[in-house]
């Protein structure tokens, strides 16, 4: 899926929630290319670790992009 339509997904599913109620926030979701942010990466928690490991994702990751348009936390 393209960085658009992981981001109206992403718009779609916060809306659908309500995180976003207001069109000035659907307007900034909209518009904000979280990927632009995490260009250094990330971590992603590994399921079942213990203690609690991460690892990192790199923009070479093919789950990369993804996970930036994800309704989650990221470490960055």
Known sequence: MTQQGLRDKLLRHM??????????????????????????????????????AWEPVMPDDPHWLTGCYSDVSLVT
């Open 15 to 52: 809306t659908e929630q309500g995180s976003v109620r207001s069109p000035q926030w659907r307007d900034a979701v909209a518009a904000t290319p979280r990927h632009e942010f995490l260009r250094g990466g990330y971590f992603r928690w590994v399921e079942g670790s213990s203690p609690t």
